[in-house]
């Protein structure tokens, strides 16, 4: 059975940081590309960022580039997600998704609240 849990959301005020952690099992996880999505209230889930499966090519959503990281332990079945310098904006609900490699999707997360607020 797929199973895609986060943790290490929470409220963080402006400027702050937070690691997202996804635990992945049921799959093999080495051979999954593996994302984050997030989805802000009122609107679409969008894209956060990417990782291959050896972790070698990583992609970003403009909005988060140079303040986000994505990264994997394969040793582990975890990726995570290194969130500095947060803003408003930033706030959502975070999920991670597994592609297999012919880009069909294995699994989704159930979601972690991020909230950035003074």
């Known amino acids: 059975q797929v199973q895609l849990v986060e943790s290490g959301g929470g409220l963080v005020q402006p400027g702050g940081s937070l690691r997202l952690s996804c635990a992945a099992s049921g799959f093999t996880f080495s051979r999954t590309r593996m994302f984050w999505y997030r989805q802000a209230p009122g609107k679409e889930r969008e894209l956060v960022a990417g990782i291959s499966t050896a972790g070698v090519t990583t992609n970003y959503a403009d909005s988060v580039k140079g303040r986000f990281t994505i990264s994997r332990d394969n040793n582990k079945n975890e990726v995570y997600l290194q969130m500095n310098n947060l803003k408003p904006e930033d706030t959502a609900v975070y999920y991670c998704?597994?592609?297999?490699?012919?880009?069909?999707?294995?699994?989704w997360g159930q979601g972690t609240q991020v909230s950035v607020s003074s």
């Open positions: 998704k597994a592609d297999d490699m012919s880009s069909r999707t294995i699994g």
